[in-house]
């Protein structure tokens, strides 16, 4: 089933990219545990995005990837 239908067109991405380190491991549930500034950036980003956008940050912008 196409994700338009399951969601009657009310769904509506915002995704914010970046660059940088980070560091996994094991949470002690045994799931991944991730850390670093870059998600806390990327997050911010996808915060500010307006529906249906991507935004870039600088790092990830000029790094050309």
Not at 12 to 23: D, F, H, K, P, S
Not at 35 to 63: D, F, H, M, Y
């Amino acid at each position: 089933q196409h994700i338009a239908e399951v969601f009657a067109g009310q769904l509506a991405l915002r995704l914010g990219v970046e660059t940088g380190e980070v560091v996994v491991g094991r949470a002690p549930d045994g799931g991944p545990s991730l850390a670093g500034g870059v998600l806390t950036a990327a997050a911010r980003l996808g915060q500010a995005a307006k529906p249906g956008a991507i935004l870039v940050g600088e790092r990830a912008a000029a790094s050309g990837g």
